[in-house]
């Protein structure tokens, strides 16, 4: 049983780290997505998470994987595809350290997330079902990401929604 499944986008955020000597901006690959940031800390409170999402058969979606792995998170619902990268995106600061981002997301894995990718044992073997809004800013993950909360619904799990918005998407 676990204490709560997300659902969603792992991605990688490449975060500004200084500028090199040439002037130009300088980025660090750090692991990003806000389903899985809430699995992380609940893992460090102790409760047992698992993931269902995308990433792409690459360096990036590997080192998430792996990642997931490190942390305890449960990856049995983690697919990765062969016809998808993993998703980006690039923090930009304002001088008021104000945060916006650029995505690079078009057809990439985790809006590639299928219907029939989603292990609905996995939802019902949870106490709450978590996910955020950017899964359902395009086909297929929105229709999976429906599916999955059919599926907590019909089970009488808890359902719990980040809208977490993000206009350019």
Do not use: W
């Amino acid at each position: 049983m676990y204490d709560v499944t997300a659902l969603g986008e792992l991605l990688i955020d490449f975060t500004p780290y200084g500028k090199s000597e040439s002037g130009n901006p300088l980025y660090k690959a750090n692991p990003g997505g806000a389903p899985c940031n809430v699995l992380s800390q609940l893992c460090k409170l102790g409760k047992k998470t698992s993931f269902i999402g995308k990433v792409g058969d690459d360096s990036f979606g590997h080192t998430l994987g792996g990642l997931l792995e490190h942390l305890g998170i449960g990856t049995e619902g983690l697919r990765y595809s062969n016809n998808a990268l993993t998703t980006l995106a690039f923090v930009h600061l304002d001088d008021a350290g104000d945060r916006s981002f650029s995505f690079a997301r078009n057809q990439s894995a985790d809006v590639m997330l299928l219907s029939d990718e989603i292990d609905q044992e996995q939802i019902r073997n949870s106490r709450i079902f978590h996910c955020g809004t950017l899964s359902m800013s395009g086909e297929p993950s929105r229709s999976a990401t429906l599916k999955a909360l059919q599926c907590a619904k019909d089970s009488g799990i808890l359902v719990s929604v980040d809208p977490n918005l993000r206009e350019p998407l």
